[in-house]
């Protein structure tokens, strides 16, 4: 395209700044999305198909877990700028952050996608822009374009990219990849997100904003295997991993990430194999990093076998059931698998979970109680340490004499 018709476009999208969004989707991305453009006056629509979230929204309240969010959705809500509903209503631009999990043989489901473009088809007017955040498959924008057509819309891909427990924050400083189905897409999802980003927006195509989605994904979980497979090569050779890493790291080019039970999470343990199923023969190394972290439980059921191998009827202390450190999120938690397991055993279990009132109904069984750190240590055979919480790090080390330690996240060496 020529500079000439790109600029006659940047000018006619600058003469009609957008007054009215929908974010289709309330969930860990499209409500802190939602409410942080409501805050900076643009009138928002939430939908969302579960009728507790559009209640909990509406009372300016949140249904999930997230610093600072409550505060600022409460604010949105009574200026009146942002409403929760089930069905879509007409506006200008229509942000689509809906789930993308995987299904039998780790093949992308792009279902919830197809039910949010058929679910604002309806109200959707020529000219509106529809920008697609979930995390998908390359080519879903393109497919997305044609489950719309023959609407004349403007599409964009703009991945999120923020870390959980720190929304807000990244939410406003990380910088924004936008892939334009079409310059003109791209431009107008530009204006969008300078709204409220004050990290750079980054202007592609498409194809490349979902691969880099998914590339960024895949890289934390190659060097998380690497972390994981060092640390069972160094049980192997006898050599403590956490020390091993620590000195690795005083090379001022290396830096190797932490080993632990597994990855978990609705993301870096899926998002790799999006790609993997997109180029199954070229991508070995991405495959193998997702087999490693994928059979790190495992490895974590077998150390606990060993170390109990000559008690009889232990009490196990699990400390830890979510994904990872200080949140309450037990969505594809290796924790949570390694628990689960070691209750099929009928194994007499103590958990701790700072962060959870209750247990997941998976452990409500007679012989798996949810108990005190302190309580569950003292009364132990065995400790497992499953998330590196900061409460844990604070433990009385005394605590732990005379008791056997499997110590995944290295918090007690
Ligand atoms: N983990 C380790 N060792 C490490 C780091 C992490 O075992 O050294 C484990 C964690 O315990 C957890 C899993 O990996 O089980 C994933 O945790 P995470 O903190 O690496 O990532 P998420 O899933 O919370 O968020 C990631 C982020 N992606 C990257 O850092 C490249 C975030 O920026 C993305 O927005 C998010 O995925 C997403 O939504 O895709």
Redesign the pocket.
């Known amino acids: 395209m020529q500079r000439r018709e790109l600029y006659n476009i940047y000018w006619s999208i600058m003469q009609h700044p957008f007054k009215k969004v929908s974010v289709i989707g309330l969930g860990y991305i499209g409500l802190p999305t939602a409410a942080i453009l409501a805050t900076h006056g643009i009138e928002v629509v939430g939908v969302d198909i579960n009728p507790h979230a559009i209640e909990t929204i509406n009372q300016g309240k949140i249904h999930i877990v997230e610093p600072d969010l409550e505060a600022m959705v409460h604010s949105a809500v009574m200026n009146g700028k942002l409403k929760a509903v089930a069905k879509p209503e007409p506006a200008e631009c229509f942000i689509i952050a809906v789930p993308t999990p995987f299904k039998e043989g780790h093949k992308p489901d792009l279902s919830y996608i197809e039910s949010a473009a058929k679910s604002i088809a309806p109200v959707l007017k020529p000219g509106n822009l529809v920008i697609l955040e979930s995390?998908s498959p390359v080519g879903s924008t393109e497919k997305l374009a044609e489950w719309l057509a023959p609407l004349d819309l403007d599409f964009a891909y703009c991945p999120?990219?923020?870390?959980?427990g720190h929304i807000l924050r990244e939410i406003v400083g990380n910088d924004r990849i936008i892939g334009g189905l079409t310059p003109k897409g791209a431009l107008r999802a530009k204006q969008l997100y300078q709204i409220f980003v004050k990290g750079e927006c980054l202007i592609t195509d498409a194809r490349t904003a979902e691969m880099t989605k998914l590339t960024?994904?895949a890289?934390?979980d190659v060097n998380?295997a690497f972390?994981n497979e060092l640390s069972l090569i160094c049980d192997e050779l006898k050599i403590n991993v956490w020390e091993l890493i620590r000195f690795a790291n005083r090379h001022p080019r290396v830096k190797i990430?932490?080993?632990?039970p597994g990855?978990?999470?609705h993301?870096?343990a899926v998002?790799p194999w999006f790609i993997v199923d997109s180029a199954p023969r070229s991508a070995r190394l991405i495959k193998t990093a997702r087999e490693v972290n994928d059979s790190k439980p495992h490895y974590v059921l077998s150390q606990v076998k060993d170390k109990l191998k000559n008690i009889k009827n232990p009490t196990v202390a699990c400390l830890g059931l979510s994904?990872?450190a200080d949140i309450d999120d037990i969505r594809e938690s290796?924790a949570l698998e390694i628990v689960e397991h070691l209750a099929k055993e009928k194994m007499h279990l103590l958990v701790v979970e700072p962060h959870l009132e209750k247990l997941p109904k998976s452990l409500c069984l007679p012989h798996v109680k949810m108990t005190r750190l302190d309580e569950a240590v003292r009364a132990a055979d065995l400790v497992v340490l499953l998330v590196n919480h900061r409460k844990f790090a604070e433990l009385d080390r005394s605590f732990l004499q005379g008791k056997l330690i499997l110590d995944t996240r290295g918090v007690f060496a």
């Open positions: 995390t999120e990219r923020v870390l959980p960024e994904n890289f934390r998380i972390a990430l932490q080993p632990g990855v978990g999470g993301c870096i998002d994904f990872k290796p």
